[in-house]
């Protein structure tokens, strides 16, 4: 039988824009860690009645089963575009889309491109583990040169499968954007910090800043035939030195705003 | 008020604004681009919603955010464009939103031309993107018409949460005609029950087309159907002129309606009696009068800009009752009333058939015509 918990020992509970629900993701997987440092930024700053979020297909295909706010769900990489017809008719609120590698950098290139390029005032969390987890750990744009997927066997090849494409750096050189950075899940410290940095992509758009990113390295232990903890691992020693940490673009009103 | 002289697409436009568009969101193609153009610079100044999208994609996908949270919106393409829109209209239909879609048809398949055409009858009436749902479909023959309807394909999309498609063609986007423009409407967002608009004081709303539990989705379907249902029995529109004495019945739509009219005018005043039967619904198809029709015309001649798509129902309605003859241009070629009055001419003289295959009997008539 469970041990009853008695408030005062209630040390880590729930963010009240988090609903009751179990989750799906697999065990050791990052998602949900990326979904509770938004639902916490949400609750800190009181957006929960004011947010609408878009969710992606891909593993985060059902992301609106966790959050206290209303949602959509979005055809695959379109997201951007269907947070773009939202915000315009709901300039007021709060627009985020959860997007993966695949939805976002590879289907959806067009519409992430073109929002952050409008200067689209909305936020976009980007998780990128480096291939398509949903559909079973294919070859998506952000896998590794030689990495093994599912697509790619032998390890990727350069020569005939293409590079990876590094999507911060990339989405950095448009003048739309306001805020883009890389953030990783991997460590306890590197948790706190990606949370700060969603804090502030919610903080641009509240003021109306312009287009904000956060890209958030995360593990996939299920598609890369590693134990969570090994995935972690890996992701430092691999994912890192190729996706570099850093803050890619603080537009000039963002860095004045001191957020 | 007053009639003026107003190109086909830009007095479309100016209409849906009238009836309280709230948000449009398009991409560049011919021959619809004034539709564009006018949204452009009529709503941002109304302080409405306008986006040039960076795809036809992206545009669906814009007006499927926006359907989302029960703003009036629509966007507008041509053939070409619609093909690229029908992942989305899928989505929307899936989802139970509604929206409002102007197509603007041209010659095809491919690239095509940018030449007046009706062969995305079959695409857009049948569905078009993947699943069972069927948009509402409105055809109209005259500028006049376009703009009578904008409102009404608003009004149908909510009530049936649905999409409602207003379905011409480069000539009447591209002509201009007197036309009287209704009153401008104020922009009034409904209280829709299911819009997404932030949980304030009330549950959280989730809009998706997404049932992974197949008895989920099969009652989505059903659901569906159940108002496809309700918009057969309720929202049939067709017009008909000189029909009651009438012993020989044209079917047209749109611009192929309007060329016909003058046919069955000249073929009047030769003393054939010969009516015309104008779909307006083309989805809904009005299957119910045609039958009736089939029961006092002696035959029917079918006449379309395509290959005999709109044929395929008309048949079905009469059911091999009484012969039907076809009639058509491909290609982004608009028939000549002088081509229809000798169809007509022809019918009243030839010794025609129940059991004969319309579309056949065309092609061999093709040769002569198209050499």
Known sequence: ?259 | MTRELWKGNEAIAEAAIRAGLEAYFGYPITPQNEILEWMSKRLPELGRAFVQAEAELGAINMVYGAACTGARVMTSSSSPGISLMMEGLSYIAGTEVPMVLVNVMRGGPGLGNIAPSQADYNQICKGGGHGDYHPIVLAPASIQEAVDLMPLAFDLAEKYLNICCVLLDGSIGQMMEPVELPEMRPVQRKDFPWAVNGAKGRPRRILTSIYLDPPEEEKTNLRLLKRWQEVQEKEVRYKEYFIDDAEFVVIGFGTAGRVALSAVRAARAQGIKVGLFRPITVAPFPYKRVAELAKKASAFLVTEMNSGQMLEDVRLAVNGSIPIEFYGRLGGVVPFPDEILSEIQRMTKAKLSAEADPVLNWMKRMEMVAR
């Open chain 1, 1 to 259: 039988m469970a041990t009853l918990m008695v408030p005062e020992n209630l040390v880590y509970e729930r963010p009240k824009s988090f609903t009751d629900t179990p989750t799906h993701y697999c065990p050791g997987c990052t998602h949900g860690v990326a979904h509770r440092l938004i639902a916490e930024v949400l609750e800190e700053m009181n957006l929960t009645e004011r947010a609408i979020g878009v969710a992606p297909v891909g593993c985060a295909v059902f992301a609106y089963n966790y959050f206290d706010t209303d949602f959509v769900e979005a055809a695959h990489g379109r997201a951007p575009a269907m947070a773009t017809g939202i915000k315009r008719c709901l300039p007021d609120h709060i627009v985020f889309t959860y997007q993966g590698d695949g939805d976002l950098a590879s289907i959806g290139m067009g519409e992430i491109v073109h929002a952050a390029a409008r200067g689209e005032n909305i936020t976009v969390i980007f998780i990128n583990n480096a291939n398509y987890g949903m559909t079973g750990g294919q070859m998506a744009p952000t896998t590794l040169p030689g990495m093994k997927t599912t697509s790619s066997p032998n390890g990727r090849d350069v020569e005939t499968q293409g590079h990876p494409i590094r999507v911060a750096e990339m989405l950095a050189t448009l003048d739309g954007a306001g805020y883009v950075v890389r953030r990783s899940l991997h460590d306890p410290a590197n948790i706190r910090k990606a949370k700060k940095a969603i804090r502030t992509a919610f903080e641009v758009q509240e003021r109306k800043l312009g287009f904000s990113l956060v890209e958030l390295l995360s593990t996939c232990p299920s598609n890369w035939n590693l134990t969570p903890v090994e995935s972690l691992k890996w992701l430092e020693e691999h994912m890192i030195p190729f996706f570099p940490l850093g803050d890619y673009k603080v537009a000039p009103a963002v860095a004045a705003a001191k957020i």
